[in-house]
């Protein structure tokens, strides 16, 4: 089992910006692929971004320029950082980590762009 604790989540005004932080823990082994998702109110879940092990990233087209994912493998943790935020990224964001034997969610960070 893997645990994933998320954090940076907030209010933030349009057009400022947020980071995003989720650290894995347990048993993990191998490669994995980390990703950030979210859901908005009445809207299904989508990925944001995601990064493998090898560090090559996808994000969804919405936020291509404005958000980048990174990782620290040292400390199995990913970062989201969201520029330019927008009232429509307003949304629950969950961490997700993907391994061998894997597949684990976070508890969400609420993240609200409103003036």
């Known amino acids: 089992q893997v645990q994933l604790v998320e954090s940076g989540g907030g209010l933030v005004q349009p057009g400022g910006s947020l980071r995003l932080s989720c650290a894995a823990s347990?048993?993990?082994?191998?490669?994995?692929?980390m990703g950030w998702y979210r859901q908005a109110p009445g809207k299904q879940r989508e990925l944001v971004a995601r990064?493998?092990?090898?560090?090559?990233?996808n994000y969804v087209d919405s936020v291509k320029g404005r958000f980048t994912i990174s990782r620290d493998n040292a400390k199995y943790t990913v970062y989201l950082q969201m520029n330019s935020l927008k009232p429509e990224d307003t949304a629950a964001y969950y961490c997700?980590?993907?391994?061998?034997?894997?597949?684990?969610w976070g508890q969400g960070t609420q993240v609200t762009v409103s003036s």
């Open positions: 990064i493998t092990s090898g560090g090559s990233t």
């Open positions: 347990g048993r993990i082994l191998g490669s994995y692929t």
């Open positions: 997700n980590f993907r391994g061998v034997i894997s597949n684990s």
